[in-house]
């Protein structure tokens, strides 16, 4: 999995979180990158402390920050940003619509960091670029398989091609539960250990049934039959049935399936003719609801199994 990373441009050219940024000045660092989402207000820095100055961050100036550099000596100010601009800073976000002092303007122009401002107040704006790095940034990976929301559990269908995936999941949704992404599943890493699943945006909705070829899961079922994402809960893995393979048959030892460092619960599920493969996918969901409220149907069976054994000490034998 590579280092996931985002570009100054990338910021200005948002449309969906309302961050409307434009640029003031040092547009040749439009192609600084981006690693995390923190991001820090530069007060201290300003002074010409730059002890604990992190210069990969967001860089975000409000009104306290320009009225202290357009309130102290004209000489003092320069100096200061001068050394502030004088680190690789990623970029600088001037908030409230305010109108940044020429030495900024010049500094930044000369360093190459982009100085972008933006109406919005400062509180308002950190929300909305938090959750915008945040989403953007994410860890993500993709797996070939089907995502289903099962009773409001997120079951993620996986098994080599042809074994059935896909018809599982239509006999789902005509059974009234929700489609997220046939084929090809992209997955998120939502922190601190959430896994979120949605479907590529060219195959949204579709599904490949064979012999019937690709259809429209919207269309013919309606809205309430697709969901755009869903968080993942359990895995669940169609395997063909053999003979010579021995399989759980009590469910007290839990398998984990690991997706982006994430433990997710496993179940192996053989398949053959005859098996309504359907009925169990809805019952392992209905199971992992009932484990979500304390409730372990195979080891509550086990533990009653062992308390009725009839165990005594050598010698104790009846007469």
């Known amino acids: 999995m590579s280092t996931i990373s985002l570009s100054i441009e990338d910021l200005l ?25 923190r991001i820090q207000k530069p007060g201290l820095a300003l002074t010409g402390y730059t ?3 992190h210069p990969d961050r967001l860089q975000v100036l409000g009104n306290t920050e320009i009225s202290y550099m357009l309130q102290i000596p004209e000489q003092h100010a320069q100096d200061n940003v001068a050394k502030l601009c004088s680190f690789p800073i990623s970029c600088f976000i001037v908030t409230k619509g305010l109108e940044p002092p020429e030495m900024l303007r010049r500094e930044t122009e000369k360093a190459g960091i982009p100085l972008l401002v933006t109406p919005r107040q400062s509180s308002t704006f950190i929300s909305l670029i938090t959750k915008f790095l945040e989403e953007r940034l994410l860890p993500t990976t993709h797996v070939h398989g089907v995502l289903v929301d099962v009773l ?23 059974r009234g539960h929700r489609l997220v992404a046939d084929d090809v599943v992209f997955i998120k890493k939502k922190m601190p250990a959430a896994l979120v699943g949605q479907a590529a945006e060219a195959i949204q909705h579709h599904m490949e049934i064979r012999g019937l070829g690709i259809i429209n899961i919207k269309d013919l079922f309606g809205v309430s039959s ?6 993942i809960d359990m895995v669940l893995e169609l395997v063909e049935w053999n003979p010579a393979q021995e399989y759980d048959r009590l469910g007290i030892d839990e398998q984990v399936h690991a997706i982006l460092g994430i433990g997710l619960p496993h179940l192996v599920i053989p398949v053959r003719p005859g098996r309504n493969l359907t009925s169990i996918i809805e019952v392992a969901a209905r199971n992992y609801l009932l484990k979500g409220m304390g409730y372990h149907s195979a080891k509550e069976f086990h533990e009653k199994l062992l308390s009725r054994l009839d165990v005594r000490p050598i010698g104790d034998e009846v007469e």
């Open 51 to 53: 002890e604990h100055l």
């Open 152 to 174: 409001g559990v997120g079951v993620l269908l996986l098994g080599k091609s042809g074994i059935g995936k896909s018809e599982c999941a239509l006999d789902l949704v005509i």
């Open 226 to 231: 697709i969901r755009e994402k869903k968080i």
């Open 13 to 37: 050219k948002d449309d969906e979180y309302g961050l409307e940024l434009r640029l003031i000045s040092g547009e040749q660092g439009l192609c600084h990158r981006l690693y995390s989402s």
